[in-house]
């Protein structure tokens, strides 16, 4: 629903642009006095590099595209556009910062290398959306068959040389109301009357998908063909491509390129409201994975151990431990509660180092007990990897202070081909778990397990608690 006013919009555009560029051909070719055109080699290169780069940026985005969907109409978007641009770069922008007059080469080749990247467009307009069988094996082969059609195309035209005719003479001028219509040798205005129709199709074919899958960057390549085929039937009346003149076909195929740009930008922008809506999701999971596996359990035991009490009122048969594991289940949901509250408010670039300290002091001074850090500041990890390390030290220290009665705890992080996380304590050594059943200590082991790490814990009566975390290399961040 977000997306169909944009794309209706898309709609009115293709229409109105097709309406506007038809209007002007008109006015151009039939009123004497409408004149629009500038002898400009400087102003060519301008619009050869614009067309160079836009189309290099809209090939990059639909290869990323293409990585997503497999669908063999991306594919051959990508080719188009490689082709295209490539053939602004290597055959018009390259040999026209040379100086020289339009020679040959200069005509042939961007010519013959933009009906093939239009043939390549037309047929990414009807080609079904089913994804390919291979897609890395087939971007290969796409990408190496655009290169050596490029490179056949450069060596033919090389090799005919002088044998090739002379595309448009370059002296005659589209100024005044004599300027010619129609003129140039006949296989150069055929291909431009094929590259027309090719681009008309093509326009058809992707508003029809923009419409049907409701695709706006479909919808923006359409209001670029619609100014591409104008573009060749501007070309058809003066071909000012193949000259220093820059004509309204030059325009409109910059025009082209700009709708690009635009359906480029605004695909990032839907990437980005996508990458966005997609981190808050995975957000409202974690909260609700940590919310279930510690406050919830605590909470469900508390409801069940009163609900049980409140079954017998009348005898009086309450025990001192029936209390005591309450309190220290309430206890516990208390800290679930606030390491929550923790995690939303703790900026998403906080250091490791700091964010063990400010857990470790914030439960240590709970006790009391006193707290030493021995940590590398240089230790960077995801903001996952961070949280579940800082739940695992809360945890630790909770363990030794509250069920070992540990009054020092020493915290120790370092990082050379593992990351390794201990905490040591001076308490009576592990006694007994944080609940029955182990909760606390099942708890860090899973942390420690999610991030393919290893936990391990070590203990002797009188001789304090080591509980330590070893986690693999790649959680590590530079």
């Given at each position: ?217 479909m919808g923006w390549i359409a209001v670029g063909c619609v100014l591409a085929a104008s573009a060749r039937l501007n070309y058809f009346l003066f071909p000012s491509l193949y000259s220093d003149w820059v004509y309204t076909g030059d325009f409109l195929r910059l025009g082209f390129y700009l709708a690009l740009l635009v359906g480029a930008l605004r695909e990032i922008h839907t990437y980005q ?192 608690t080591v509980v330590e975390v070893r986690l693999p290399g790649r959680v590590l961040r530079s």
């Amino acid at each position: 629903m977000r997306r169909e006013r944009p794309l209706a919009a898309t709609r009115g555009v293709v229409i109105w642009t097709a309406a506007g560029a038809a209007l002007a051909t008109v006015l151009i070719s039939v009123l004497p006095s409408v004149d629009f055109a500038y002898n400009s080699r400087p102003l060519h290169v301008a619009i050869e590099t614009a067309a160079s780069i836009i189309g290099l940026l809209a090939a990059y985005l639909l290869l990323g595209r293409f990585r997503r969907s497999g669908s063999l109409s991306d594919l051959l978007l990508v080719a188009a556009f490689v082709l295209l641009a490539a053939t602004n770069l290597c055959f018009s922008t390259l040999p026209a910062l040379s100086g020289g007059p339009p020679g040959r080469f200069e005509t042939w080749s961007p010519v013959v290398g933009r009906l093939l990247g239009a043939v390549v467009i037309a047929a990414a307009a009807v080609s079904p959306t089913h994804r390919v069988r291979a897609p890395n094996r087939d971007l290969l082969v796409t990408l190496g068959g655009c290169g050596a059609a490029l490179a056949v195309i450069a060596g033919g035209v090389a090799l005919l040389g002088e044998r090739l005719p002379v595309g448009i003479d370059p002296n005659i001028s589209p100024e005044g109301s004599e300027r010619p219509r129609i003129v140039g040798n006949a296989t150069l205005l055929t291909i431009q009357v094929v590259g027309m129709l090719l681009f008309a199709g093509a326009a058809v074919g992707f508003a029809t998908r923009a419409a049907r899958a409701t695709d706006e960057l479909m919808g923006w390549i359409a209001v670029g063909c619609v100014l591409a085929a104008s573009a060749r039937l501007n070309y058809f009346l003066f071909p000012s491509l193949y000259s220093d003149w820059v004509y309204t076909g030059d325009f409109l195929r910059l025009g082209f390129y700009l709708a690009l740009l635009v359906g480029a930008l605004r695909e990032i922008h839907t990437y980005q409201e996508q990458l966005a809506a997609a981190a808050t999701l995975e957000e409202r999971h974690r909260i609700a994975r940590d919310l279930h596996d510690g406050l919830a359990q605590e909470l469900a035991f508390v409801s069940g151990e009163t609900r049980r009490l409140a079954e017998t009122p009348g005898k009086f048969d309450i025990r001192a431990d029936d209390l005591k594991r309450l309190s220290a289940s309430a206890t516990r949901a208390l800290d679930e509660s606030r390491d929550a509250i923790a995690s939303l408010i703790t900026p998403a670039d906080e250091r490791l180092d700091v964010a063990l300290a400010r857990a470790a002091e914030e439960v240590a001074g709970r006790a009391p007990a006193s707290v030493t850090m021995d940590a590398a500041s240089t230790v960077h990890v995801s903001p996952d990897a961070r949280d579940a390390l800082v739940r695992i030290v809360r945890e630790a220290i909770t363990n030794a202070t509250r069920h070992g009665g540990a009054t020092a705890v020493k915290i120790t992080l370092s990082a050379a081909d593992s990351l390794v996380l201990s905490i040591h304590d001076n308490g009576r050594g592990l006694q007994r778990s944080a609940r029955p059943g182990g909760f606390g200590l099942m708890s860090m082991r899973q942390r420690a397990q999610q991030l393919d790490g290893d936990f391990s814990i070590g203990s002797s009566p009188g001789g304090g608690t080591v509980v330590e975390v070893r986690l693999p290399g790649r959680v590590l961040r530079s």
